[in-house]
């Protein structure tokens, strides 16, 4: 089964940094696009970050310079380095996998995911 296990997020200030962790089982992280979403009070899933089989990142206007995505193919892990947290940060993250390399037009969609990480919350405050 291709699970992907979300670690990190909690209560915090404005400011502050956070590492966000998905590591994969049954999943070679290193084959694939993955992208860390955000989930807002409505029913839409937002991209924050992606990094594609090249390692071509992308990232929403409102993180950048703030946040990096990564990731450890030796480990099977994918990261998001939060820097400089904003209170408009709140909001549970999910990280989201799939196979093979995407448009970075695309890279944002979150139909075009097969995979995805029980979200963790984030929370910050001022």
């Known amino acids: 089964a291709q699970v992907l296990y979300v670690s990190g997020g909690g209560s915090f200030q404005s400011g502050w940094s956070l590492p966000l962790s998905c590591a994969a089982s049954?999943?070679?992280?290193?084959?694939?696009?993955l992208s860390w979403f955000l989930h807002v009070p409505v029913p839409v899933r937002q991209g924050v970050a992606s990094?594609?089989?090249?390692?071509?990142?992308r990232y929403a206007d409102s993180v950048k310079g703030r946040f990096t995505i990564s990731k450890d193919n030796a480990k099977n892990t994918l990261y998001l380095q939060m820097n400089t947290l904003k209170t408009e940060d709140t909001a549970m993250y999910s990280c989201?996998?799939?196979?093979?390399?995407?448009?970075?037009?695309?890279?944002?969609?979150?139909?075009?995911?097969?995979?995805w990480g029980r979200g963790t919350q984030v929370t910050v405050s001022s």
């Open positions: 989201a996998a799939r196979s093979g390399r995407l448009w970075q037009l695309y890279t944002f969609s979150a139909d075009l995911y097969t995979a």
């Open positions: 049954g999943y070679t992280l290193r084959s694939a696009t």
């Open positions: 990094i594609d089989t090249g390692s071509i990142t």
